[in-house]
């Protein structure tokens, strides 16, 4: 307890899933916590929930001067920044057959995925200049593993990972460390809605998307979001203080 107290931190997409739990574990250990997130009715009760260290903050990651004005305001706020977790993320369609599929979620993958990811790391390494700081890219086993489906998130979550090991050489000489975390497929509303696109309902093929999981995965159980909030954690504190450009993967060991 109390890893983080005194500390600053941003999570984009806190407002569900695996950012949520980074927001709990952060509160709980005495951070104060800016959610940032498209959901203001999510965030906004998230933020109620965790009390006075967390706040709720709209943001849409795809627009990069927004990212920039929440930077801003959350330094102002709050007297400075951490650890900035880039969290928000889309599935997109699952394109059966890329040749015939239209693009049409495309430019919103890309732009949520990668270039969210990019003008958070840039924002946040603004503010971090003088004082340094953490970073954490939220990638995925599916970009570190090919396979056929979701190839536009595939592509996305691979470039989050070249781009974070890259720009943390440059932020290295001002003590801002870069780490990316790829999480293995854990049950939140983002397997859903994947589901609902594939025209599968959501409780079916989260049920397949487990059980695949499951037998190529030597820890016999399925993850959580606090067992990505952990690594998050690890992350967060002077505990990696000689940590960065690292790829973590949370995915109980699973075997390509
Ligand atoms: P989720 O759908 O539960 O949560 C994603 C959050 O991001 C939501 O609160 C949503 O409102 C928010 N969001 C979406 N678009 C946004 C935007 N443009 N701006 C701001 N916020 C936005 O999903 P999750 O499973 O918690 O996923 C979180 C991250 O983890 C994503 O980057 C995802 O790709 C990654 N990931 C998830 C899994 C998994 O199995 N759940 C596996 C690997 C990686």
């Known amino acids: 307890v109390n890893e983080l107290s005194g500390k ?13 739990g980074i927001a709990e574990k952060f509160v ?3 951070a104060r916590v800016a959610i940032a997130d498209i959901d203001d009715e999510g965030g906004a009760a998230l933020a109620a929930a965790l009390g006075d260290r967390a706040s709720f903050h709209h943001l849409d990651v795809s627009d990069p001067d927004a990212v920039g004005a929440l930077t801003d305001s959350v330094v102002e706020q709050f007297g400075g920044l951490d650890v900035m977790v ?36 840039k924002h946040a390494a603004r503010q971090m200049a003088s004082t340094g700081g953490s970073i954490i890219n939220i990638s995925s086993i599916g970009g570190i593993q090919a396979g056929g489906s979701v190839m536009t ?6 470039a989050v990972i070249h781009f974070s090991k890259s720009v943390a050489i440059e932020l ?12 293995g497929s854990i049950p939140t509303p ?16 989260t049920a397949i998307i487990r059980s695949m999981m499951a037998a190529n995965r030597p820890l016999a159980r399925e993850g959580t979001a606090e067992d990505v909030a952990e690594a998050a954690l690890f992350f967060a504190t002077d505990r990696s203080r000689y940590v960065t450009a690292t790829l973590l993967p949370v995915d109980g060991g699973t075997i390509a």
Not at 153 to 158: I, L, Q, T
């Open 86 to 121: 880039n969290n928000a993320g889309v599935s997109g369609t699952m394109h059966p057959s890329y040749v015939s599929d239209d693009l049409a979620d495309f430019h919103t993958v890309l732009g949520v995925n990668l270039l969210g990811v990019m003008a958070g790391t």
């Open 28 to 30: 709980a250990e005495g």
């Open 153 to 158: 998130y595939r592509a996305s979550k691979a």
């Open 8 to 20: 600053v931190a941003i999570v984009t997409g806190g407002a569900s899933g695996l950012g949520q």
């Open 190 to 205: 983002l397997l859903a809605s994947s589901a609902v696109k594939m025209g599968a309902d959501a409780e079916t093929f």
């Open 172 to 183: 290295a000489q001002q003590d801002i460390r870069v780490n990316v975390i790829a999480p």
